[in-house]
């Protein structure tokens, strides 16, 4: 991001506008909140990489809208506009498409096929129904609460990115099945 798109990345306290990155278009920057920074917060380093990639994404697809007018984004008030995407689940548009260029990025399907083959021995999917639904009760998880399950997280270590990104991602790719499948005649 800073050696290929000339970009400055930057961490700042965002925790008052409850964020995890944003952008600084005319100053070319990309800001993480600092509660990320993997040198001092390890544990965090697949967010933080996953946050960076999302960045990367929003300033890829949307750099030249500078401030969008939806509500996913907060233009800060300062001299020359930003653009702070708002931390929590959401559904719009820029948004997921940041989140898949970010997956796309440090998670490519070539890689993951790979990792997934030498792990499992097969390219077989994981249907995780049961497993899901087992954390879901030990965690008191509501219905739009999805844990993260073993295998999963067992690939988190190969692509330093947080469990959960990696589980969308292999959902995406059908290598795990949060449903059962449909009983076959044959």
């Known amino acids: 991001m800073e050696s290929h798109l000339g970009l400055d990345l930057r961490l700042e306290d965002l925790r008052g506008r409850k964020a995890l990155g944003g952008l600084r278009v005319p100053k070319r920057q990309v800001v993480i909140e600092q509660s990320l920074d993997p040198t001092i917060y390890p544990e ?11 960045e990367t994404g929003h300033w890829e697809l949307y ?4 401030a969008p007018a939806d509500q996913s984004c907060l233009v800060m008030e300062e001299a020359e506009p930003s653009i702070i995407c708002r931390a929590g689940r959401n559904t719009d ?3 997921w498409q940041a989140n898949q260029f970010a997956a796309y990025l440090l998670m490519p399907k070539n890689l993951v096929f790979a990792a997934w083959q030498s792990q499992q021995g097969s390219l077989n999917p994981y249907v995780a129904v049961d497993e899901i639904a087992d954390l879901s009760a030990q965690w008191f998880l509501g219905e739009d609460e999805t844990p993260t399950v073993a295998i999963a997280l067992e690939l988190t270590q190969v692509f330093r990115v947080s469990g959960q990104a990696m589980q969308i ?6 290598l795990i099945r949060t449903s059962a499948p449909e009983p076959s005649l044959f």
């Open 93 to 95: 548009r820029k948004e």
């Open 63 to 66: 750099r030249h809208l500078v």
């Open 44 to 54: 965090r380093e697949g967010r933080y990489r996953f946050t960076v990639g999302h």
């Open 169 to 174: 991602r292999l959902v995406g790719l059908g």
